[in-house]
């Protein structure tokens, strides 16, 4: 009985992590990067610059075709816990068109998604990305080791 304890927690805890999409692997998501407190704050600061850069190009760029809408949804990158590695960044927008059939009066909607990558060298260390993002304009500066930038990610994605 004394055993039988341990083994229920020990159950309990696997299938709420199953459960949870917490399951132990070798990568966490970018903002509990090296720990939640410390990886938070500076992770959404980031996002928050991009953010901000997308919002003020968009109009002359990115929104001036089919889904001149484009919102900015999350930017996310994976870690290797381990190690510090950037996995991959991905950043994701919606966007939506609508149209009034005349005939009808309906309104047909064309609503898309898109996951623009990154393009970021295989051996990226998250705390230099931030660094990067962080020390200047986050939409346009070359990421580490590459001259390319997010932007140039969302030219070939969006």
């Known amino acids: 009985m004394k055993n039988f304890i341990p083994r229920v927690l020990l159950v309990l805890a696997c ?41 003020d190009i968009c109009g002359d760029t990115f929104c001036e075709g089919e889904y001149h809408n484009l919102q900015a949804l999350r930017f ?7 190690t510090g590695r ?44 931030l660094q990067t993002l962080e020390a200047g304009d986050a939409l346009h500066v070359a990421l580490p080791g590459t001259s390319d930038s997010i932007y140039d990610g969302l030219t070939e994605c969006l």
């Open 76 to 82: 996310r990158c994976s870690v290797e816990a381990a």
């Open 15 to 55: 299938c709420t992590a199953v459960a949870t999409g917490h399951a132990a692997g070798p990568y966490v998501d970018a903002r509990v990067y090296p720990t939640q407190s410390e990886g938070w704050e500076r992770f959404r600061a980031v996002e928050a610059r991009l953010v901000r850069g997308f919002d």
């Open 86 to 129: 950037v996995g991959e960044c991905l950043w994701t927008f919606t966007g939506s068109t609508a149209r009034v059939d005349t005939a009808t009066g309906r309104i047909a909607v064309d609503a898309r998604t898109w996951a623009c990558r990154a393009p970021l060298q295989d051996d990226t260390l998250l705390p230099v990305l």
